[in-house]
T-cell receptor, first 118, second 115 residues
Framework: AQTVTQSQPEMSVQEAETVTLSCTYD???????LFWYKQPPSRQMILVIR??????QNATENRFSVNFQKAAKSFSLKISDSQLGDAAMYFC???????????????FGKGTLLTVNP | ETGVTQSPTHLIKTRGQQVTLRCSSQ?????VSWYQQALGQGPQFIFQ???????GRGNFPPRFSGLQFPNYSSELNVNALELDDSALYLC??????????????FGPGTRLTVL
C-alpha cells in the first residue's frame, strides 16, 4: 500500500517571500501521479499542481513549482512571492497510474497548514 | 469553482440514524469518488462509482454505500451512524480519458456531525 508523509504540520512565511512544503511517499510502482491540493477555510479542495512520474521535468504553475525526486520519493512544493490568499492547508496526494478499481483513489498526507504573515 | 456541488452543507444526526449526502459532478465527468476527512486529517477514500457501478472501495464497512445516477449525480448513504462518522465528506468527479482521468475535482463538502 502506498503512503504519503508530510512532516511539517505547520509552516509560516512572510508575504512576498518563498516557502517550500515537503512531501515524501512510499510506493513500489514505477508509474504514478502526484498532486498538491490546497484547502482553504472554505473547505473546498483545490488542485494546485500535478506531476506525472514518467516526466523528469518538474511541473510549474505560475508561482507554484515542484521539486520531484523520483529516486528519493520526494515531492516538495515551492510557493514563490507568497500572497495572503495562499494561506491554507496544503495536501500532498498520490495516485497510481494503473487503471481500474481502487487504483483511482487518491492517497493523501496529513497536510501542512501554511500561514502567510503580512 | 470546480463545478462540483454537494448538499447539504452541514448536517447533524444522532447515533444510529441513517444519512444521505448528495453530489452533482462536473459536466462531462462520469466518475465520482467519495472521501471522508476527519478533523485534522487528510481525506480517506471511501469508494468510486463509474457508469453507475461501484468501481473500487477503501477500508470502509458495508454500512457506507452509494449510488450514481445516469445524470452523473451521486449519493453517499451511511447507515447506523456512529460518533466516529463525524467528518467532512468530500465528493470528487473525474473523466475517463486523457488528463481528466488523472485529476479529481472536489466539491465543497458536507460537514456531518453525529451526536
Amino acid at each position: 500500500a502506498q503512503t504519503v508523509t508530510q512532516s511539517q504540520p505547520e509552516m509560516s512565511v512572510q508575504e512576498a517571500e518563498t516557502v517550500t512544503l515537503s512531501c515524501t511517499y512510499d510506493t513500489s510502482e514505477s508509474d504514478y501521479y502526484l498532486f498538491w491540493y490546497k484547502q482553504p477555510p472554505s473547505r473546498q479542495m483545490i488542485l494546485v499542481i500535478r506531476q506525472e512520474a514518467y516526466k523528469q521535468q518538474n511541473a510549474t504553475e505560475n508561482r507554484f513549482s515542484v521539486n520531484f525526486q523520483k529516486a528519493a520519493k520526494s515531492f516538495s512544493l515551492k510557493i514563490s512571492d507568497s500572497q495572503l490568499g495562499d494561506a491554507a492547508m496544503y495536501f500532498c496526494a498520490y495516485r497510481s497510474a494503473r487503471r481500474g478499481g481502487s487504483n483511482y483513489k487518491l492517497t493523501f498526507g496529513k497536510g501542512t497548514l501554511l500561514t502567510v504573515n503580512p | 469553482e470546480t463545478g462540483v456541488t454537494q448538499s447539504p452543507t452541514h448536517l447533524i444526526k444522532t447515533r444510529g440514524q441513517q444519512v444521505t449526502l448528495r453530489c452533482s459532478s462536473q459536466s462531462g465527468h462520469n466518475t465520482v469518488s467519495w472521501y471522508q476527512q476527519a478533523l485534522g486529517q487528510g481525506p480517506q477514500f471511501i469508494f468510486q462509482y463509474y457508469r453507475e457501478e461501484e468501481n473500487g472501495r477503501g477500508n470502509f464497512p458495508p454500512r457506507f454505500s452509494g449510488l450514481q445516477f445516469p445524470n452523473y449525480s451521486s449519493e453517499l448513504n451511511v447507515n447506523a451512524l456512529e460518533l466516529d462518522d463525524s467528518a467532512l465528506y468530500l465528493c470528487a468527479s473525474g473523466g475517463t480519458s486523457g488528463f481528466s482521468t488523472d485529476t479529481q475535482y472536489f466539491g465543497p463538502g458536507t460537514r456531518l456531525t453525529v451526536l
